[in-house]
């Protein structure tokens, strides 16, 4: 459901933010929320670095921002998926996980996924390292994750190593995080800054 309504963007005192609202013009489009969200396809990609947000979430049922990265240009999901953040509903920790053709395909080695605690009412970075042989993911600079590549027959293990963009969005409802109740919106994500290291 993500748009650009002008209502699901503001920036204040220098904070971009990003809304989850209850569609109130179910005439022009039915869908019953919105939301907004941003991503760098085709302007800014990375790779080779250290990648790192500054976001602030607010919870509420339904509610399912996430910071993540693609592959510029490869389809998902054969050039891998880069989940920084994602928070489910007002979770007090947040995941962060790796998708590509071989953790779809069912293969546990190594290890995907991590979660990391958050303070759930403050800001909190969330970043990924992007090396040629391996990935490193953190929240407030404590490692969670560190998936690298391996030898293995399997395909797409480790497509990460290629030019990728940066997604931030204010999703609301999906199998995973449940119904929305819209008694809890509107609901904001909060970004204080992105910034990028390369060698």
Same mark, same amino acid.
């Given at each position: 459901?993500?748009?650009?309504?002008?209502?699901?963007?503001?920036?204040?005192?220098?904070?971009?933010?990003?809304?989850?609202?209850?569609?109130?013009?179910?005439?022009?489009?039915?869908?019953?929320?919105?939301?907004?969200?941003?991503?760098?396809?085709?302007?800014?990609?990375?790779?080779?670095?250290?990648?790192?947000?500054?976001?602030?979430?607010?919870?509420?049922?339904?509610? *399912?921002?996430?910071?993540?990265?693609?592959?510029?240009?490869?389809?998902?999901?054969?050039?891998?998926?880069?989940?920084?953040?994602?928070?489910?509903?007002?979770?007090?920790?947040?995941?962060?996980?790796?998708?590509?053709?071989?953790?779809?395909?069912?293969?546990?080695?190594?290890?995907?996924?991590?979660?990391?605690?958050?303070?759930?009412?403050?800001?909190?970075?969330?970043?990924?390292?992007?090396?040629?042989?391996?990935?490193?993911?953190?929240?407030?600079?404590?490692?969670?994750?560190?998936?690298?590549?391996?030898?293995?027959?399997?395909?797409?293990?480790?497509?990460?190593?290629?030019?990728?963009?940066?997604?931030?969005?204010?999703?609301?409802?999906?199998? *995973?995080?449940?119904?929305?109740?819209?008694?809890?919106?509107?609901?904001?994500?909060?970004?204080? *800054?992105?910034?990028?290291?390369?060698?």
């Amino acid at each position: 459901y993500m748009s650009d309504n002008e209502n699901l963007y503001s920036v204040e005192d220098g904070k971009l933010i990003l809304r989850g609202i209850v569609n109130t013009e179910r005439s022009i489009d039915t869908v019953p929320f919105l939301t907004g969200g941003l991503y760098t396809k085709d302007k800014k990609t990375f790779s080779n670095g250290r990648i790192e947000i500054k976001a602030k979430l607010q919870g509420a049922r339904g509610a *399912w921002p996430a910071i993540w990265m693609l592959a510029q240009n490869a389809k998902w999901p054969h050039g891998g998926e880069i989940d920084i953040m994602e928070r489910l509903n007002s979770d007090t920790f947040a995941y962060q996980t790796v998708h590509s053709p071989y953790t779809l395909a069912g293969n546990t080695e190594p290890n995907k996924s991590g979660t990391g605690a958050i303070n759930p009412d403050d800001y909190n970075i969330y970043g990924v390292e992007l090396y040629t042989d391996s990935l490193r993911l953190f929240i407030n600079d404590t490692y969670t994750l560190t998936y690298p590549r391996i030898e293995t027959d399997k395909e797409g293990q480790f497509p990460y190593n290629q030019e990728m963009y940066l997604l931030i969005d204010m999703q609301l409802g999906g199998n *995973w995080v449940g119904s929305v109740t819209a008694g809890d919106l509107p609901i904001e994500m909060w970004i204080d *800054w992105v910034r990028c290291y390369q060698k």
